[in-house]
């Protein structure tokens, strides 16, 4: 759900994403944080029910952005979509496995858990998920060195 005159009331920004006109940066974000909190106020089953949505474009590898309107094509989704499932399972079979040296990991689980409830209260988009990469790329060799080596659990 985008942004529209009912979301806005009166004075919907005339440079739509960017602002308003005759308002800074800092004066135009300020306003945005006001209106979002309102609305959130207003609407708090409707922002509830957003999250799911900010989350799957989180996570998503073919979504990459609203206000682009942008999406990958289906066979760009058929190609992308597999391995990165693949690599998904990988990390989060990862995560499971050294589940209990998780007070050395916590800096690992607060990036990742940091991330999701950063975007649950407010944006979600592809982009936010590079920083939760690396990461993920380590549970995920976990797991493969502990197939690929024949262990068990770490």
């Given at each position: 759900?985008?942004?529209?005159?009912?979301?806005?009331?009166?004075?919907?920004?005339?440079?739509?994403?960017?602002?308003?006109?005759?308002?800074?940066?800092?004066?135009?974000?300020?306003r945005?944080?006001?209106?979002?909190?309102?609305?959130?106020?207003?609407?708090?089953?409707?922002?509830?029910?957003?999250?799911?949505?900010?989350?799957?474009?989180?996570w998503?590898?073919?979504?990459f952005?609203?206000?682009?309107?942008?999406?990958?094509?289906?066979?760009?989704?058929?190609?992308?979509?597999?391995?990165?499932?693949?690599?998904?399972?990988?990390?989060?079979?990862?995560?499971?496995?050294?589940?209990?040296?998780?007070?050395e990991?916590?800096?690992?689980?607060?990036?990742?858990?940091?991330?999701?409830?950063?975007?649950?209260?407010?944006?979600?988009?592809?982009?936010?998920?590079?920083?939760?990469?690396?990461?993920?790329?380590?549970?995920?060799?976990?797991?493969?060195?502990?197939?690929?080596s024949?262990?068990?659990?770490?």
């Amino acid at each position: 759900m985008l942004p529209d005159e009912r979301t806005w009331g009166e004075g919907a920004p005339e440079w739509g994403w960017m602002g308003w006109e005759g308002l800074s940066e800092v004066e135009s974000s300020r306003r945005f944080m006001e209106r979002g909190l309102s609305w959130i106020r207003e609407h708090p089953l409707e922002f509830a029910a957003l999250v799911p949505r900010k989350l799957l474009r989180l996570w998503s590898p073919t979504s990459f952005g609203v206000q682009f309107s942008r999406r990958a094509s289906p066979l760009v989704t058929a190609v992308v979509l597999p391995p990165y499932l693949l690599f998904l399972a990988l990390a989060f079979w990862g995560m499971w496995q050294t589940r209990r040296g998780w007070r050395e990991q916590f800096p690992l689980y607060a990036l990742i858990l940091g991330i999701n409830g950063l975007v649950a209260i407010t944006y979600g988009a592809t982009r936010y998920r590079i920083a939760m990469a690396p990461a993920l790329c380590l549970y995920a060799a976990v797991t493969l060195e502990a197939r690929l080596s024949g262990g068990g659990n770490k």
